[in-house]
Every structure is written in C-alpha cells, then in structure tokens.
T-cell receptor, first 113, second 115 residues
Framework: GESVGLHLPTLSVQEGDNSIINCAYS??????FIWYKQESGKGPQFIID?????DKRQGQRVTVLLNKTVKHLSLQIAATQPGDSAVYFC????????????FGSGTRLQVQP | DADVTQTPRNRITKTGKRIMLECSQT?????MYWYRQDPGLGLRLIYY???????NKGEISDGYSVSRQAQAKFSLSLESAIPNQTALYFC??????????????FGPGTRLTVL
C-alpha cells in the first residue's frame, strides 16, 4: 500500500554542522514531495517542495534531493542553527484524484550548542 | 494577526458530548483541511474542502463531520466524542491549483481531551 515514512525518529546534530533528514516513500505515482517543519507548540510550516521529475531543488539553506530509483527523499540543512530544532515531516501528493497531502510520521531534529 | 485561527485552543470534554472545533482563515484560500495529530504519528487527514460546495472525506473521517459555512470558515464536529479522539487537531488552508496545493498554511492547533 501507499506509505510515506522516515528512517530515524530523532536526529541530533551540533550547531553549525549540516543536517540530513531522510524519508522513504513507496508510491511511485506521487507528483510532488514536500517538506514541512513543526516547531514545538505550533502548526507545521512549509519548507520546500520538489516535483517528481526533478532530482534536486535548493532553497535558502535547504536542499531537497529525490532519488526515484530507490524511492528516497532527503532534506539537507546547511549550517544548522538552534532555530532549526523541530520535527520535520515529509509529505507526498498527486495531481490527480484526491490531490491532498499524505504525511509521514516525522523526524525530530535536535541541535546541540 | 494570524492567517489561520482555531478556536478553542484547548478543550476537555466527556465521552458522548458533542464538540465543535472552529477554523477561520484570512488568506482568501479556497481549499481548507482538517487534520489530526497523535504522538509519534504524522498528520492524518480527516476532511478537506476544495470550495464551499465541495466537501471530501479524508483517511479517518469516521466519527467526524464538517461544515464549510463560508470560504473563510471550516468547522469540525465530533457528534459523540470518545476517548480515542483525544488528539491535537489542526486546520489548514491552501491556494488553488498546481503547486499551490503543496503549501498549506496551518493554524496553531486545538488540543482536545476526551475523558
């Protein structure tokens, strides 16, 4: 069946290091893959998305990589800062049918000073 | 002011009670959504609405109902609350078609406890 999941529930990194958050998906029919950030006590916030026909997309301090061969998605955060501490969710969406997001279970990123 | 607001922010109720959670957005979006979040799990879609006349069930709609009173308002009801509906509930809105559907704007959440 369809699933969007994550390899690790918690990732701890040192401030200033680069962070890599991974996500595995099983639905090869997805048209978009999206990353959201949820800070404690807040609703999720959109970070970046990537269309399924792309391999890489860059934003401000973030890069999303998509490997369709192994159905793997990653979010790279450069020079991780304390404000990056949050739970990160990957999500997927198709352009047909329901067109709603399906979220994974999340990875908690802890930034150590 | 917040673009997506939810009321109440916290609610404790008893089994069998009817509960309504309300959501308003000032972004002028057509699309609105209700999600449920449980500890250790991602967000699961309860209902979504692509415009005032279009309401759709999500993954976990049993035990819930919704009403889209206007473009800006989307409410979620639990007709007869049960303890396993204890969760954090989020409302969201998004722009129309294409890539806009990827960027949903979430409210601050409503923490519901059913005793």
């Amino acid at each position: 069946g369809e699933s969007v999941g994550l390899h690790l529930p918690t990732l701890s990194v040192q401030e200033g290091d680069n962070s890599i958050i991974n996500c595995a998906y099983s639905n090869s029919a997805s048209d978009y893959f999206i990353w959201y950030k949820q800070e404690s006590g807040k609703g999720p916030q959109f970070i970046i998305d990537i269309r399924s026909n792309m391999d890489k997309r860059q934003g401000q301090r973030v890069t999303v990589l998509l490997n369709k061969t192994v159905k793997h998605l990653s979010l790279q955060i450069a020079a991780t800062q304390p404000g990056d501490s949050a739970v990160y969710f990957c999500a997927e969406r198709r352009d047909t049918g329901r067109r709603a997001l399906t979220f994974g279970s999340g990875t908690r990123l802890q930034v150590q000073p | 002011d917040a673009d997506v607001t939810q009321t109440p922010r916290n609610r404790i109720t008893k089994t069998g009670k009817r509960i309504m959670l309300e959501c308003s957005q000032t972004k002028g979006h057509d699309r609105m959504y209700w999600y449920r979040q449980d500890p250790g799990l991602g967000l699961r879609l309860i209902y979504y609405s692509f415009d005032v006349k279009d309401i759709n069930k999500g993954e976990i709609s049993d035990g819930y109902s919704v009403s889209r009173q206007a473009q800006a308002k989307f409410s979620l009801s639990l007709e007869s609350a049960i303890p396993n509906q204890t969760a954090l509930y989020f409302c969201a809105s998004s722009p129309g078609d294409g890539r806009g559907l990827n960027e949903q704007f979430f409210g601050p959440g409503t923490r519901l406890t059913v005793l």
